[in-house]
Nanobody, 116 residues
């Protein structure tokens, strides 16, 4: 069984920064394209960033230039550095395998709240 544990969320003022972590157990991330997703209140879960096993990244337009995804294969961990946070970044953040399919069972996510 694969387990995903996200952490690092919290309450931050606009313009602030957070670093999220996602530890995967029960499988390896080495060959996976990993992704960070978020779900804002009342909205569907959306993909915000991916990082392939070869290092290629993709960011949604809403976070491009502010978020950075990275990985540490030896620790089976994926990170999301979030800078210059905005109110619209509020939501629950999840990580998961973006490719190959299927995704692993979703973790509990970590809440990010951007508010003054």
């Amino acid at each position: 069984q694969v387990y995903l544990v996200e952490s690092g969320g919290g309450l931050v003022q606009p313009g602030g920064s957070l670093r999220l972590s996602c530890v995967v157990s029960g499988s390896t991330i080495i060959f996976a394209r990993m992704g960070w997703y978020r779900q804002a209140p009342g909205k569907q879960r959306e993909l915000v960033a991916t990082l392939s096993s070869s290092g290629e990244t993709m960011y949604s337009d809403s976070v491009k230039g502010r978020f950075t995804i990275s990985r540490e294969n030896a620790k089976n961990t994926v990170y999301l550095q979030m800078n210059n946070l905005k109110d619209g970044d509020t939501g629950v953040y999840y990580c998961n395998r973006n490719s190959p399919f299927p995704a692993w069972p979703w973790g509990q996510g970590t809440q990010v709240t951007v508010s003054s």
